[in-house]
Structures are given as structure tokens and as C-alpha cells.
């Protein structure tokens, strides 16, 4: 009787087993490596061999890999949403933006270490570096003690004298092109301030700081800005919109056995912040990490920076030979590369520019790379104006009546996205789970689009058809959302809460800052 019922209990163990989420994803994980890559691949020879498909197939497969990658569009509908939450805060599966957290901890004050491969010159940043600053500039502001671990810059002084609330530790860089700190020096520096000040909380900006110096310390916090599980897609993507001509990147077969490495040594790291709906999704499912080590906390942008100023957009279109007659203004912002989708934007514009009835449409671009010279090719409709500061960004985006981002590179929450729609604009951007399930949630904030020509140049033409009554009305919606969700407040708040939870076993007022309201809330 008793063998029998062990026999029994490792019988239901096993079917319990094959029926959790945890199989169905390793499994899922295994086919893609035994199987989907190679099929991939073996498509895609026989797609060159036939141009005419090309289009059509591959917006369909850039379609089923969105389903697969992001588990169907539909699934994004079944995320808790916040309403009202009261509990462990480290329970919660959604956005701590959503909650409303207080600001009055009385006496509370941390001792913050945070790494970052390099800090922003000049407003010359990207999306992580400019995710740094805003956060830790918020925190030194509330009166915490923060310390910043990075590669000295080019004007050390000038950061010192713009950022003097914070405490910076400079280190050696180890590219003189890309200026990222030598994270073995970085680590070596931290130890030195270390045994003079005790730090309640380590938080590193993606993996700045390496897994092996975070592994056993319970206060280490990561906050990651793209995965390479949710690159898979992009991938894809770009295979293809490959030239035929052009060699075939190896980068997909690795980007798998990448995902397998981040499996790995993600759990060396304590919590784990992600920027995106999407983003903490994927780390509970796939990278099996522990759910009450997940905080899904979105980013956040200057509300004080970012917001709607008419005025100014039509002065901003003035300056740069924009008519006050022009029936719609598209706008983008960043780097001009390819991997930012804009060999896709360049043909579908030469289109639709080609047509006399959008010579009353104009485009401002944002930004340098390789691809400005081509769009000033495009003639007097586009107008490339190069990198532009923080002030006249929102110049920029208040003279627009949609912002497109056609990136093809899907990782964490763009910035440029969050500060369009705190400006009140209508958005158009890339069907990715990152944008789809935390900014254009619905077609009521904007448009989405498959990176193939077809779906693109549909996206344009639709925008186009509804016009601007439509778009202010989507671009007040984004507004009223950003404003709820995508603050710089809103993202300091929750780290802060966040890091108090953490670092509350040395609380001497004995609040426990993990639950959910406070009475301060």
C-alpha cells in the first residue's frame, strides 16, 4: 500500500509538472532552438528565390512572430490592470505606475550606489543613460544620498556643476569611441567607498554592474532596457528587410543562445526592474525568475519639460520653413540608422511624396546618422534638423500632429514615445509588444504598423485620411494617459518605494514599506 501510494504521489507530481507554465515554456524555449531558427532561415532562401512573395510573406511572418514572441496580441488584455490594489507590493504582476505612492517618509533617507556605463553630455544620451539621470536626479532631490559609478566624460566639470546633488565617481572608460566605463574598475571604486559607507541599495542600469559582483547581495536592483528574448523579434525583422544582396547576419542563431546564457545568470542579480509591460511578462515566464524579484516600473519623462505649448509648435514650424497652411506635419526623433527603420520610412516617403496630393504634408526629423543626407534628398517637404536640446525638443514635438517611430529593435519603453504623448500627440510606431502593451494600447492613442512597406505606407495613408481633428483627439488621449502613467514622478515614486522595501530591515521606525496603501499614501 505504501509503495503504491509513492508510485501514485510521483505520478501526479510528473502531470502536475507537464501542466505547469514552467514546462510549457521550457518546451517552447526548445522547439525554438531545435526547430523555429533553421525553419527560419530555410524561408528565407527560398523567399530570395521568389521577390514577388516577399512582402506578403514576410508581413505575415513578422506577424506570427509577434504572436509567438509576445504570446498573441489578446494576452496583453489579460494583464491585472490597477484599479485599487491593497497588499504586498512585491506581489503586484502590473505597473507600480498606476499606484499612487506618497512622498512623506519622514526621516528615511538611503545611501544609493548606482552604476551606469556612461552619464549624459549635453542632452547627447541614450535611452538608458537619459533613464539614469532622470531617476537619480529625482531621488537626490528627495534627499537621498546618491552615488553614481561611471566612465569619466569629456567635460567632467560641467556634469559636476549640472548634477551636484549626486555624488560621482569616475573610472576609466574602455572604448575612447563609445566612452562605456570599465565596469572592473567601476566595481574596484565602489568597494574603496564601500568600506567607509554602508549602501542601503546597488542599483545598476542594465548590466553595468556584473553579475558576479551582484550575486548574494540581497539589495542589488537591475533595471533592464531590453533582453535579448525580446530581440529575437527584431532579429526577424531584420532578416527580413535584408537586401538580398547584403550578407546574412549571423545574429539570430546566437541571439538564442543568448537567451539561454541571460537564463542563466539573471538570477544572480536580486530584483529585477522592468521598463515595459512586455519586458516583465517575459522574465516571469520565460527567464523563470521569481515573481516577487519582478517590478514592472514603466519609464518616465520631465512632465515639467514635456507638455502641450501650441504656440511655440507654430513658431517652431515658422523657424523651419514649415507653412501655416500645411494640411499635416509627421515628425521623428533619434538616431538615422537602420536598425531604427529608417531605410523603410526613406522608401515609403519617396512614395508618397511622388504624389502631388501630399505636397501640402511635411516631415521634421530629429537627430544625425547615416540616413540624413538621403531624406534631405526628398527635398523641401522634409526637413532634417540634427540633434536638438532638451528645450526645443519640445518645441519639436509640439509643432507635429504624429510622432512616428518605425524602429526596428524592440527593447524596453522609448523615450521619445512617453515624451510625445506628454506633449499631446498621436503616436505611429512599430507593432512591437513593447509599445503595444504599454503606450499605444489601443487605436485610440495612435496607429501601429508591421515594419514591412506595405503596412507602413497604410499606416501613413490612414493617418493621412482621418486628419487632424482625429489625431488632436488621440493625441489628448495619449496626454491624459502619459500623464498617469509616464511621469518622471510617477517613476521616481515607485523606485523609491521600491528601494525603501528593500532596504527596510534597517529601519529603525519599523514601517513596512513593502505593503500597500500607507497612510501616507
Known amino acids: 500500500m505504501g509503495a503504491n501510494g509513492a508510485s501514485n504521489n510521483r505520478s501526479w507530481n510528473l502531470k502536475k509538472f507537464l501542466c505547469s507554465w514552467a514546462f510549457f515554456w521550457r518546451l517552447l524555449l526548445l522547439i525554438s532552438v531545435v526547430f523555429y531558427t533553421p525553419l527560419l532561415f530555410w524561408l528565407t532562401d527560398f523567399l530570395q528565390c521568389r521577390d514577388s512573395a516577399i512582402p506578403r510573406v514576410a508581413e505575415r511572418i513578422s506577424t506570427a512572430s509577434s504572436s509567438i514572441i509576445a504570446r498573441t496580441a489578446t494576452y496583453k488584455d489579460r494583464i491585472p490592470r490597477v484599479t485599487t490594489y491593497a497588499g504586498d507590493l512585491r506581489k503586484l504582476e502590473s505597473s507600480w505606475n498606476a499606484l499612487s505612492f506618497g512622498r ?64 560621482f565617481h569616475f573610472t576609466n572608460y574602455t572604448d575612447p569611441v563609445t566612452m562605456f566605463v570599465n565596469r572592473t574598475e567601476a566595481w574596484a571604486t565602489f ?38 528574448y525580446e530581440i529575437i523579434q527584431s532579429d526577424i525583422v531584420q532578416e527580413f528587410t535584408r537586401d538580398p544582396a547584403e550578407a546574412r547576419s549571423s545574429s539570430l542563431r546566437e541571439r538564442v543562445l543568448k537567451v539561454v546564457d541571460e537564463i542563466k545568470f539573471f538570477p544572480h542579480y536580486k530584483h529585477h526592474v522592468a521598463t515595459s509591460d512586455s519586458v516583465g511578462d517575459v522574465l516571469r515566464t520565460v527567464y523563470m525568475l521569481p515573481p ?135 503616436l505611429m510606431a512599430t507593432h512591437f509588444s513593447s509599445i503595444t502593451w504599454s503606450a499605444v494600447v489601443s487605436d485610440e492613442f495612435g496607429y501601429t504598423f508591421s515594419p514591412t512597406y506595405e503596412s507602413l505606407k497604410r499606416a501613413f495613408e490612414r493617418v493621412s485620411e482621418d486628419g487632424r481633428a482625429v489625431l488632436e483627439e488621440k493625441g489628448v488621449a495619449c496626454r491624459k494617459r502619459a500623464s498617469m502613467l509616464f511621469t518622471s514622478d510617477k517613476m521616481a515614486s515607485a523606485f523609491e518605494r521600491l528601494f525603501l522595501c528593500i532596504a527596510q530591515g534597517s529601519d529603525k521606525e519599523n514601517v513596512d514599506f513593502c505593503k500597500y496603501p500607507l497612510a501616507t499614501d
Open 104 to 167: 512623506d517618509y519622514g526621516r528615511r533617507r538611503l545611501k544609493i550606489a548606482v552604476f551606469v556605463k556612461k552619464w549624459p553630455e549635453k542632452d547627447k544620451a541614450g535611452g538608458l543613460e537619459r533613464h539614469a539621470r532622470t531617476l537619480h536626479c529625482a531621488l537626490a532631490k528627495r534627499g537621498h544620498e546618491v552615488h553614481v559609478f561611471t566612465a569619466i566624460p569629456r567635460d567632467p566639470v560641467e556634469i559636476l556643476r549640472s548634477d551636484k546633488s549626486m555624488h
Open 191 to 228: 568597494e574603496a567607498v564601500e568600506r567607509r559607507l554602508k549602501f542601503d541599495i546597488i542599483h545598476t542600469e542594465s548590466v553595468c554592474l556584473q553579475d558576479k559582483y551582484a550575486k548574494g547581495r540581497d539589495n542589488v536592483v537591475v533595471s533592464w532596457h531590453g533582453i535579448a
Open 292 to 426: 516577487e524579484n519582478i517590478h514592472i516600473i514603466l519609464n518616465g519623462v520631465d512632465e515639467g519639460l514635456f507638455r502641450p505649448n501650441p504656440a511655440r509648435g507654430r513658431a517652431f514650424r515658422a523657424t523651419h520653413g514649415v507653412p501655416s497652411d500645411a494640411r499635416l506635419v509627421f515628425g521623428m526623433a533619434g538616431r538615422l540608422v537602420k536598425d531604427k527603420g529608417h531605410p523603410l520610412v526613406l522608401r515609403v516617403l519617396r512614395t508618397l511624396f511622388h504624389d502631388k496630393k501630399n505636397e501640402d504634408v511635411y516631415v521634421l526629423i530629429a537627430g544625425d546618422g547615416p540616413w540624413a543626407g538621403r531624406y534631405a534628398e526628398l527635398g523641401n517637404n522634409v526637413k532634417v534638423l540634427g540633434p536638438l536640446a532638451s528645450g526645443d525638443l519640445m518645441d519639436f514635438y509640439n509643432a507635429l500632429d504624429v510622432f512616428v517611430n518605425p524602429t526596428l529593435r524592440s527593447q524596453g519603453m522609448d523615450h521619445t514615445l512617453l515624451e510625445a504623448m506628454m506633449c499631446g500627440k498621436a
